[in-house]
């Protein structure tokens, strides 16, 4: 959306830690009425600016807060509120997971779980669900998803975050067991968890611990940028007791990067930005 000067819209006070884009967060004692903030991400997080990257940031500018919305009873609204819960019964379906981790942000983790998704659709299984667990929340992420096929796409948002930063942040592990409830009692053939940044930032590591509680079993991708980076990521993972199943990523796009990352990681490495049906997967 494209605002224009004298714009009013809603937004909600929040933390970025992004490794390529900004960093910043919410003051000490929240926003202020009347005081100027930054828009710290495309989906509407305001807060202080701590910090950003060189690149070109189409979001990124000061808006005045004119204050909180409020609802019926005059109290003010949290998207706490509007958080998704488990369907009706709330059991676990048992469906199969696919968790897409990278090793930066902007690596390609998007690219590898649609591509999961075609594969998916392509071998009949109708119903999958999309999950982005981690990171700043993006609507135009689960768009894709959605575009692509996916029966329902989620992010932090629908379990009562903005984005899961900052790191360390306490409480959050219930919601992550909340988010994976949801998701996992929805009767699916397959369900995509991508985590968005890396592995260290963004409560990852915590979000990594409920869904291995849960799916010990779930195949891993692991998106890299090179080699060394897919070797680093194998090695985090294996901190966390989890293996890849398969390497993908800019690590797989020429024959010489392909060979190198299996060579040392000993994993298959594929990309799945081609338009294959992956059989590696399954």
Same mark, same amino acid.
């Given at each position: ?19 390529? &884009?900004? $960093? ?11 005081n100027n903030y &930054? ?13 950003? *990257? ?6 990124? /500018? ?18 706490? =509120?509007?958080?998704? *819960? ?5 059991? #676990? ?27 998916? %659709?392509?071998?009949? =299984?109708?119903? +999958? ?14 768009? *894709? ?6 029966? %329902?796409?989620?992010?932090?948002? #629908? ?33 995509? +968890? ?25 195949k891993v991708i ?6 060394? /980076? ?10 966390? /007791?989890? *293996? ?13 990067? =392909? =060979?190198?990352?299996?060579? $040392? ?8 930005? %081609? ?8």
């Amino acid at each position: 959306m494209m605002l224009a000067p004298g714009d009013v819209f809603l937004g909600t006070a929040g933390y970025r830690e992004s490794t390529r &884009w900004v $960093v910043g967060g919410v003051p000490d004692g929240g926003l202020v009425p009347g005081n100027n903030y &930054w828009v710290l991400a495309e989906s509407g997080v305001v807060g202080d600016l701590v910090g950003d *990257s060189p690149r070109a940031k189409s979001h990124l /500018g000061q808006v005045k807060f004119l204050g909180v919305v409020s609802g019926e009873d005059s109290q003010a609204l949290n998207i706490r =509120q509007f958080a998704e *819960s488990a369907t009706a019964g709330g059991a #676990d379906q048992a469906a199969p997971v696919f968790l897409v981790v990278g090793t930066s942000a902007e690596v390609g983790k998007t690219t590898a779980g649609i591509a999961i998704l075609r594969a998916l %659709r392509f071998k009949g =299984q109708s119903t +999958v669900i999309a999950l982005k667990a981690t990171g700043t929340s993006s609507i135009t992420e689960l768009g *894709s998803y959605l575009d692509f096929g996916a029966t %329902r796409a989620f992010d932090c948002v #629908d379990f009562g975050l903005p984005t899961t930063y900052p790191s360390g942040r306490d409480g959050i592990a219930p919601i992550f067991e909340s988010g994976l409830e949801a998701c996992l009692s929805i009767a699916a053939d397959a369900v995509i +968890v991508e985590c968005g940044g890396d592995m260290l930032g963004a409560n990852v590591p915590v979000f990594l611990g409920c869904l291995k509680r849960r799916r010990p079993d779930a195949k891993v991708i692991l998106v890299a940028a090179d080699a060394p /980076g897919a070797v680093g990521g194998q090695r985090m993972l294996q901190d966390m /007791g989890l *293996s890849p199943t398969l390497i993908a990523g800019p690590c797989t796009d020429t024959p010489t990067l =392909q =060979q190198r990352t299996e060579a $040392v990681c000993g994993v298959p490495a594929i990309n799945l930005s %081609r338009d294959e049906t992956h059989d590696e997967l399954f």
